[in-house]
């Protein structure tokens, strides 16, 4: 343990440091006649105790105390105030400064190595439940990324599942993701937002394992009750997350529920428009219809990645929100280098 002492009287100095080193085996003790040296020794180095006469020129121990505890390092660390004025209002002083304790002069040494050894007593074990809070918070981290690590493998196996349901492989609503999460960063928003979406999106046709095979793989045109049919996987999705306890499950929900609603008003289910679509379905779809025109399917082929790009934009103000549209814009170039893989003409 180490204990700074400082007093404008050398003899002084010499009994305390003395005293304090016959306290307690190994104590580390630094003495100081000049206050203003004592306060740049302890922003250089971390001090257990500090004992500070009252009286002093150029600095005084109130105002050294002040000082003292305006650096983050010195905010709990004990200080002992020595002083010949006893009186309340000193006291009072004192403590506002951020004092802990009073020796009073003449003062008795058997007292002043009791209340050493007590605080030091106590900055040890202050620093013990420090580390072994520091401790605890890093294993809580390490759990915390095992937690997140494990939800976000569930979900991207989940979504995996869906998609080899859907005859596709898994990479659609990875790209749908990536896509996602572009876009809600070129529109601003905080990256653990950003994230949310990025994991949520991948569950946005989750409700398509409630649809029958023989309207799910159709190669023709649907029939209008087969659409009908169709877009009840939206209600389906929806009910698979409803009451979820995570944020990325909540967010899925709205984005299962929302994604096929148009900003003119003219989509489904509930034929919401403009802001009332959630700002998460809102740039999912896009993500989704933009990739979904880039990908074969059993009634279609593949649209280059150029002829999907001039869609999106035409229909910026009536199926998307502008404020996406220009923030897929703005992506653009990362869009083409995650989707070059392809063998889409661009």
């Not at 204990?3 to 009287?9: F, G, H, Q, R």
């Not at 010195?74 to 009073?102: C, H, K, L, N, W």
């Not at 929302?258 to 700002?279: A, F, N």
Request: aromatic share 6%; proline share 4%; hydrophobic share 40%.
């Amino acid at each position: 343990m180490q204990v700074l002492v400082a007093d404008d009287s050398w003899s002084a100095l010499t009994y305390l440091s003395r005293l304090l080193r016959d306290t307690i085996r190994d104590l580390v003790v630094d003495a100081f006649d000049n206050p203003l040296q004592a306060l740049q020794a302890s922003a250089c180095r971390q001090y257990d105790l500090v004992l500070i006469d009252h009286i002093m020129p150029e600095l005084d121990g109130i105002e050294f105390t002040k000082r003292l505890r305006t650096m983050d390092s010195y905010q709990s660390v004990p200080v002992i105030m020595v002083t010949s004025d006893g009186t309340t209002e000193i006291r009072r002083e004192a403590i506002e400064a951020g004092a802990t304790d009073f020796i009073t002069k003449p003062f008795d040494s058997i007292e002043l190595q009791a209340r050493v050894r007590n605080l030091l007593a106590f900055r040890k074990a202050q620093i013990e439940l420090a580390s072994q809070a520091t401790m605890l918070a890093a294993k809580v981290d390490e759990t915390m990324r095992d937690l997140v690590a494990r939800e976000e493998e569930v979900i991207w196996r989940l979504a995996r599942a869906i998609q080899y349901r859907d005859g596709e492989t898994g990479e659609h609503v990875y790209r749908v993701a990536q896509i996602s999460r572009l876009i809600a960063e070129a529109i601003g928003m905080p990256a653990d937002r950003c994230r949310t979406i990025y994991l949520a999106a991948p569950l946005h046709d989750v409700g398509k394992i409630g649809i029958e095979d023989a309207i799910l793989f159709k190669p023709g045109k649907l029939t209008p009750s087969e659409m009908k049919r169709m877009q009840e996987h939206v209600g389906i999705g929806a009910r698979i997350l409803e009451n979820g306890n995570s944020d990325i499950i909540r967010t899925a929900e709205l984005i299962a529920q929302s994604h096929h609603e148009r900003w003119d008003g003219k989509g489904y289910p509930d034929m919401l428009s403009g802001t009332d679509i959630p700002i998460e379905a809102r740039i999912v779809a896009l993500a989704d219809v933009f990739d979904a025109l880039c990908s074969e399917r059993p009634y279609k082929k593949a649209w280059p990645l150029e002829k999907a790009y001039d869609e999106i934009i035409s229909l910026s103000g009536t199926h998307f929100d502008p404020e996406c549209v220009a923030a897929f814009k703005q992506k653009w170039p990362e869009i083409v280098a995650m989707t070059s893989h392809r063998s889409l003409a661009v």
